[in-house]
Structures are given as structure tokens and as C-alpha cells.
């Protein structure tokens, strides 16, 4: 039995344990066959309006929406800061960022087929001069200047990267002092994720990991981050039914309010300020 060592996390499992750069290169190869197969792909193709999906999963754009305003709030974003995304896949969230927000964005993902899909989608929208694109990976973000952001963020990305803590310090690093790093992780408590998401048919990532608050507070402070935020969020999983989301949306607006209901939501976003010169 082998233990694999993420930043504070611990894996555990019976084969060998794969290189970093294989499991990488699986996974860039695993987003690049979703990206190609996903409804924004083949909107593109059909000359179909990319905009038209968010109406057709109101469940999945509302859970977006959510992540947005929370990181918005906890990083105390104003509109026309520099953005970046690490983790934006096709770019539905960077769009909304930059079209429904007004920030200047930047999105990075580690699947060159993602990030042409990105800049497709961009174009498709006459953002193409708006928001700038990089092939990259979280734990080196390469592709970016040191200080070049007043802020990043992440959503549903760090969870899948081998090492979380080196994700978090090249955060640090491409934010600019005085700017916040927000990142969400999910919740290690959640019953969604533990015992229910199977049941339901949705597909378990090979390299998903769940965090507590407690390891993702101890990760931002050792990455060097402070004034460390966090809170938890979100009861309604995308594949909601359009005819049950309002009441979901009670739930999260009771759950998320409740003590001990609310250590059981979906997701933990956290937000770490980068020390000031």
C-alpha cells in the first residue's frame, strides 16, 4: 500500500503510486476529451448561441452564480480589477466574471483543448479582446508574471491537483500584495460526496480529493496567505430538476445559516490576502 503526500492531504491506495507528470498528463488529456464533448462544443460547432445553455440548466448556472457572488464577496473584488481563473475550462465562468461582474480576466487551465474551446467561446461573444487565455498548470502557473493580478480565483479545480499547497504559493505568487486568493474545495462532510453522488450516476473523478476547513485553513496559512476567510456553502447539487430548485434554494438558504447543518454543505471556499509590501 502506497501513501501519496498533497501538501497536508494523504492519499492512500493499494496499486503504485503514478508519476506527478503521468497523473498530469491524464488529466490534461481527460479535460481535453470533456471539453470536446461538452455543450459549449457543440454549440460552437452548430453555430448555436453558447448563451442559450445557462436557460437550459438553470440548476447548474444557479450554483455557478453562487460560487461567483461568494468569491466576489470574500475577496473584496471591485469591478475592473484583473482576474485570474486558474481552472476555467471552457470559460463559462470566466465570461460570466468578466460580461455580469466587470472584471478584466485572465483564464488558465491545464488542457489546450479547454482553453481553444475558451477562446471560441470568447470570440463567439466579441470578448476576444477582453479576456486572455493560457495553457498552465496550477502548480507552476508559468504562463504568469510574479505581482501581475489584484486577485485570483478557482472553482472546482484545486480538489483534482496533486499537490494543493504548491497550487496555493503560485497563487501567492502572481497576486499582487494586498490582493486575495480565493479558492472553493469540497467538503470532506459533505453526505453528497461521500455517499450519495454515485447514486445518483454522477461520474467520481480519478484524482478527486475532499478536504476539511480546518486542512484548507492550515494549507493558506502555510502558503504564506493571511487574513485567512472561510465559509461554507451550497446544498443543491447541478443536476438539480428545474421543478425542485426553488426549494433547494430554500435549503441552502436555511442550511447555510444553521449551526451543524451547515458543516454538511457542498463546498468550503476560502479566501487568503497576499501579504503587503
Avoid at 120 to 134: C, H, K, N
Avoid at 219 to 235: C, D, N, P, Y
Wanted: aromatic share 8%; proline share 6%.
Amino acid at each position: 500500500m502506497h501513501v501519496r503526500t498533497l501538501g497536508s492531504i494523504h492519499a492512500v491506495a493499494d496499486e503504485p503510486t503514478p508519476s506527478v507528470d503521468g497523473v498530469k498528463a491524464e488529466m490534461s488529456a481527460y479535460y481535453d476529451e470533456l471539453a470536446s464533448n461538452s455543450a459549449v462544443a457543440r454549440s460552437l460547432k452548430s453555430g448555436g448561441d453558447p448563451e442559450s445553455i445557462a436557460a437550459s440548466e438553470p440548476a447548474r448556472r444557479y450554483f455557478q452564480m453562487r460560487k461567483m457572488r461568494e468569491a466576489r464577496c470574500l475577496g473584496g473584488f471591485e469591478p475592473g480589477q484583473q482576474l485570474v481563473e486558474v481552472g476555467c475550462a471552457a470559460g463559462q465562468y470566466t465570461v460570466r466574471l468578466s460580461t455580469e461582474m466587470g472584471f478584466r480576466m485572465t483564464g488558465v487551465d491545464i488542457s489546450p483543448r479547454s482553453i481553444e474551446i475558451a477562446r471560441e467561446l470568447a470570440v463567439s461573444l466579441d470578448l476576444g479582446d477582453e479576456i486572455t487565455y493560457f495553457q498552465g498548470d496550477f502548480e507552476r502557473l508559468a504562463c504568469l508574471d510574479d505581482d501581475s493580478h489584484d486577485g485570483l480565483v478557482s472553482f472546482s479545480c484545486i480538489r483534482y491537483v496533486p499537490d494543493p499547497l504548491a497550487a496555493l504559493c503560485q497563487a501567492r505568487r502572481v497576486v499582487k500584495p494586498g490582493g486575495r486568493v480565493v479558492v472553493d474545495f469540497p467538503n470532506r462532510f459533505c453526505p453528497w460526496f461521500k455517499y450519495l453522488k454515485t447514486r445518483f450516476g454522477v461520474n467520481v473523478h480519478f484524482e478527486d480529493h475532499h478536504f476539511s476547513a480546518h486542512e484548507v485553513r492550515n494549507m493558506f496559512i502555510e502558503a504564506g496567505l493571511e487574513s485567512v476567510q472561510s465559509t461554507k456553502l451550497l446544498f443543491t447539487p447541478t443536476i438539480t430538476p428545474a421543478s425542485l430548485l426553488p426549494a433547494f434554494k430554500c435549503l441552502d438558504l436555511i442550511g447555510e445559516r444553521t449551526p451543524g447543518l451547515k458543516e454538511t454543505a457542498a463546498i468550503i471556499m476560502c479566501s487568503g490576502q497576499v501579504p503587503a509590501e
